[in-house]
Each structure stands twice: as structure tokens, then as C-alpha cells.
């Protein structure tokens, strides 16, 4: 393998096993500037920030993901078959399909529907269903316990489309109701991309939430919000990874 890859600029020896994938690259340089020990910028191409520390003494990275499948299935895939990564936590945001499930809670995806044809690009003769690593998300749900935080599990969707071409509403705000009555909790825009990616690579991935719009009463979180406030998330995250060491 030559390196730098198309949308990494290290190599393998730069990121600790496991990396934590939020979305925005504002988040990322949040979580190594303040809870990170020594974090240092090991990736910058297109503005997709990654960095390595310790944190609890094992060495630990996160680096953005951008918004979607496409973008998540890029930056996964190589981590996990160009970089040796063994471990992707997903750290996101979502809208709550459920009356009981609130802002700021944190969503556990067990497993990921999807309206994309993503998993179709395996070539499988069926339909696959993309799930988390049962052994990361019980090690994630024994840290929140431990922790004393409060978390959902259950099935989140993975959808393309954040608007539609009928109305300036959310595609999720419209449609959360039949997915809502399959006992689906959240939508979200990756998980299902991450997931099919690590199955493929026999490597493991979570996907976790905080939820910044409830979906049935129309709440929401600020920007600021959003890109701030998830502290009960990032704890969990990395204390879920120093745990893998």
C-alpha cells in the first residue's frame, strides 16, 4: 500500500486502533483539543480533521467523517483496510422517531436500516441487514452503566435524503411515522455505510447518537448545541474506547 491514500494523508502507524468518527470536523478538533491528551493533526485533507492522542494512557483517534453514506463509506473503508484500524465508533447526531425517546439522549444503533443503495454495492444476491459489533455495543452499554448515563437501544435508519423534492420539510420529518410503527428509534445519515463497510472488512463498528431534533414534538438543538453540548456522548466514546486498549 502507498500512502498518502486519495483522502488520507498518513500512514497506519499515525491512528490508534480504534477512531472515533463524528461527522463535522469541528466536533473532531473539539474532542482532541479538550479530551484528549497530546492529540496531535495527523489528517487535514479537505478540511477532514483527524488526530491521535491518549486518553487514559491508550492511544486513541478521531477524524470527521463528512455528512452521508458516501462520505462515511470513504473514510471508513480506508481506515479499516489501508490503516489497520480495528474499531470505528460512529459519534453523531439524530431525530428521535419516538414521543419517548428525547433531545440529548443517547441512541445505541443495534442495527442500521437504509433507504440507500449502498449494501447494493457488495453485489450480494439478497438483502443485507447492516448491524453493530455485538461486543463493542456491550461493552458501550456496560460503560454508559458504569458511568451512570442513561442510553436507548434499538434500531436507528440510515437515510440519503435529508430533504425531498415534495416540500422544504426534513425527508425524515415526513416519512418518521412508518418507520416509527417498526419500532425504528432515530434517523441518521451513516451508520448503515459504516456498518456494511466493517462487515466486509472483518473489523468492528458502532454507531452512537445524541439526539439534537425530536422528530414527533418538533424540538430541536441549536447549531451551537449540537456541536458542543454532546459531552455525555464523547465521555462515552472514549471511555468505551480506552477500554478496548
Known sequence: MSYPTPHIAATPSDFGKTVLMP???????????????????????????????????????????????????????????????????????????????????????????????YPASFGLPGTFSPIADFSLLRLCAETA??????YRV??????????????????????????????????????????CNAARAGKRALTMCTVSDQLVTGERLTVEERQNSFTEMMKLALETAAALG
Open 23 to 117: 461527522g463535522d470536523p469541528l466536533r473532531s478538533k473539539l474532542i482532541a483539543e479538550t479530551l484528549l491528551d497530546n492529540a496531535v493533526l495527523v489528517n487535514n485533507v479537505r478540511g477532514v480533521q483527524g488526530y491521535t492522542g491518549t486518553y487514559h494512557g491508550v492511544k486513541v483517534s478521531v477524524m470527521a467523517s463528512g455528512m452521508g453514506m458516501p462520505s462515511m463509506g470513504i473514510y471508513s473503508r480506508e481506515l479499516f483496510q489501508d490503516f489497520d484500524v480495528d474499531n470505528i465508533i460512529r459519534i453523531g447526531s439524530a431525530g428521535a422517531l419516538h414521543s419517548s425517546v428525547a433531545l440529548r439522549d443517547i441512541v445505541l444503533g443495534q442495527a442500521a436500516c437504509t433507504d440507500s443503495n
Open 145 to 150: 452503566e458504569r458511568l451512570g448515563q442513561k
Open 154 to 195: 434499538g434500531n436507528i435508519v440510515s437515510t440519503d435524503c435529508f430533504y425531498n423534492d415534495d416540500a422544504d420539510l426534513p425527508v425524515s420529518r415526513q416519512v418518521n411515522p412508518l418507520w416509527a410503527k417498526m419500532g425504528v428509534l432515530a434517523v441518521e445519515m451513516e451508520a448503515a455505510a459504516l456498518y
